[in-house]
């Protein structure tokens, strides 16, 4: 079989990093997109010379369909787009916070999402491939505090089974995975600024602690992969139990 192509968006770091060593341990040649070239094109490098730092905005739209050409023009094809370039919000009152903030929040999240999945389907056409969008508890459950990401991370569900109906035909398969809460640096932050008690927060998931990255990464593979070839359309929460309870 020839070789795989996944683009990771978002992998310089956290759950992307964790996912681009998964997709090259299991073979493929990974494409890392993030906004912090300096630590992606080390990532990519600590990989080995098969892989790919490329430097990008998802928020932007040039920058976005750049990401896909060069992957491309690189790396030969593209069979795996990983849309999971994310931020996280002020975690501020609604009535606190601001416009500017909650458009930020859906152009990363939405727009990101929206104008790669697009431009992969186009790089796609007449071979099929898989793409993958992360969404949160927070698209799922209520999140005080959290509309500007839990509206974010909704519309990434939606757009992820409007678009599995769509290029289903095509033998592109979409598919989003909805991680609880993680050990990462989007979290740590809301720990440290002392917007989340991570005691009560653990106490609250029922398999009792975050998650690791890698474990996320896991499960994003198997969706991208061939033991999920029947699987499109689907959101899969992996957060330990907490949209259960
Ligand atoms: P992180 O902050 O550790 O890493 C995110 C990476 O995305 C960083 O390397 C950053 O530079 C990059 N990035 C941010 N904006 C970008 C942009 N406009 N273009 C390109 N790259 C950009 O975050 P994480 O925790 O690994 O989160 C990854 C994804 O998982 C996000 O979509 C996040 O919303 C989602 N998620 C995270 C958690 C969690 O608990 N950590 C839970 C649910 C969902």
């Avoid at 458009?103 to 999402?113: A, C, E, F, K, N």
């Avoid at 890698?214 to 899969?236: D, K, R």
Wanted: with cysteine.
């Amino acid at each position: 079989m020839q070789t795989q192509v996944a683009l990771v968006t978002g992998a310089a770091d956290g759950i992307g990093w964790a996912m681009a060593r998964r997709f090259a341990a299991a073979g493929c040649c990974v494409a890392l997109a993030d906004l912090d070239h300096d630590r992606t094109a080390a990532r990519a490098a600590e990989l080995g010379d098969r892989h790919l730092a490329v430097r990008a905005d998802v928020a932007d739209e040039a920058s976005a369909i750049a990401m896909v050409e060069e992957t491309v023009a690189r790396l030969g094809r593209l069979d795996i787009l990983v849309n999971n370039a994310g931020i996280g919000d002020s975690h501020k009152p609604t009535l606190e916070q601001d416009l500017a903030t909650f458009d930020r929040i859906l152009r990363v999240h939405l727009d990101g999402t929206f104008v790669a999945s697009r431009e992969a389907a186009r790089a796609m056409a007449g071979q099929g491939g898989a793409i993958l969008n992360v969404s949160s508890i927070a698209g799922l459950t209520g999140l005080p505090r959290r509309n500007a990401y839990g509206a974010a991370k909704a519309g990434i569900v939606a757009m992820t089974k409007s678009m599995a109906c769509e290029w289903a035909g095509a033998g592109i398969r979409v598919n989003a995975i909805a991680p609880g809460y993680v050990g990462t640096a989007l979290v740590a932050k809301l720990f440290e600024a002392g917007r989340i008690d991570r005691g009560r927060l653990e106490r609250r998931i029922p398999l009792g602690r975050l998650a690791d990255p890698a474990e996320i990464a896991e499960a994003a593979w198997f969706l991208c992969s061939p033991s999920a070839s029947y699987v499109t359309g689907a959101v899969l929460s992996v957060d330990g139990g907490w949209s259960a309870y």
